[in-house]
């Protein structure tokens, strides 16, 4: 009997042992084994480094590890993980990631680490196929860790020192920026500046001696045909007071910047009537001038609404829109009708000169 029950045990042991030994190895062919390193355990501040994660993962697996690593106030990924793979010896893949990092804080600052997440693949396709089909799956498509078939391999966090760009001997010395490097120094072409040189003189004076001539036959033009001049600058006037018109019956500009406008497009207009009559007028002594000019005819429009153009810009009169409006086709009215130019005839007295014209 004594005999029959240690032979009992004998075989529950063996059996016992034979279990372990079939388990362990089952075990070891699904769990991802890892190591991380840094490429330089001392950097300088704002100098890139990387984090090399090794994993070996088993045949038949589904690795999930993120793009780039969780940012810290002082450390950060620089650009997004490289990925390489090579077989492994035990049929699986070895598999290398680099995470590109970046320090901006001095002193020991931690990397962040991560957790590498694993499961069966179970015919589920990745975005990069390993050796031993095995794949990597998408980052935001793992598994939770709490599910029974996923396996989680730890990267703890590793330390790095981060160099100062100034250290304590800098701030005993003094710091200071440094001067411009070699801005105009020995290893400048002295001909090259001097052909430099030259050919900026010679390219200015082309362009005042183009400039000038341009505003000197400009002048002649306008001087010998002043009618063409007068014509234009009509033309100029009644598109600035379009706009404005326009600008009243849609209601998107204040009455009161509609009359300022008015008032000086009607302004310029005037001036180029005579050469004499000044910018450093005031409106009154322009409209005084223009009234003796034009002997009264037809310009009383014009001065009517000026009148209130004045109120309206030193007073506190508001016309409502509509008025504002009708004053502005009077005096578009008034610029498509108006204007022949000052003729070299009326100081000889061969004729009235800016005497109203009728116009289309």
């Known amino acids: 009997m004594r005999s029959s029950t240690c032979r009992a045990l004998l075989a529950a042991s063996c059996a016992g042992a034979l279990s372990i030994a079939w388990a362990a190895p089952s075990a070891a062919q699904t769990r991802v084994r890892g190591t991380a390193e840094l490429s330089a355990d001392t950097v300088r501040m704002g100098d890139a480094f990387r984090l090399v994660v090794r994993l070996t993962v088993p045949p038949g697996r589904a690795l999930y590890v993120p793009d780039m690593l969780p940012g810290t106030v002082f450390v950060e990924s620089l650009s997004p993980v490289e990925i390489t793979a090579v077989p492994s010896a035990d049929a699986g893949a070895s598999v290398t990631l680099t995470y590109p990092m970046i320090a901006f804080g001095a002193g020991l600052r931690p990397v962040p680490g991560f957790d590498a997440v694993s499961t069966s693949r179970a015919g589920s396709t990745g975005r990069m196929e390993l050796p031993g089909g095995s794949a990597i799956g998408e980052w935001e498509a793992a598994p939770p860790a709490s599910d029974p078939a996923v396996t989680v391999t730890r990267l703890p966090r590793r330390d790095v020192w981060v160099v100062p760009v100034f250290t304590a001997e800098d701030y005993v010395e003094g710091v200071e920026p440094r ?25 200015l004076g082309t362009v005042v001696s183009v400039a000038r001539d341009w505003t000197a036959r400009t002048a002649e033009a306008e001087a010998d045909d002043p009618e063409a001049a007068l014509d234009a600058a009509r033309r100029v006037a009644l598109g600035a007071l379009d706009g404005l018109i326009a600008e009243a019956a849609s209601g998107s500009a204040p009455v009161d910047s509609l009359y300022l406008r008015a008032s000086g497009v009607l302004r310029r207009y005037v001036e180029g009537f005579d050469r004499a009559w000044r910018p450093s007028d005031t409106t009154t002594e322009l409209m005084a001038k223009l009234v003796l000019r034009e002997a009264g005819g037809g310009v009383e429009p014009l001065v009517g609404v000026l009148r209130s153009a004045e109120a309206v810009k030193f007073g506190r009169r508001r016309p409502s829109r509509s008025a504002a409006a009708t004053d502005l086709a009077a005096l578009r009215t008034w610029v498509a009708g108006s204007g022949s130019p000052v003729d070299e005839r009326a100081g000889r007295g061969d004729g009235h000169a800016g005497s109203p014209r009728a116009t289309s």
């Open 179 to 203: 001067p411009a490097a070699d801005v105009l120094g020995g290893s400048w072409s002295w001909p090259t500046l001097a052909l430099m040189a030259l050919c900026s003189t010679l390219l």
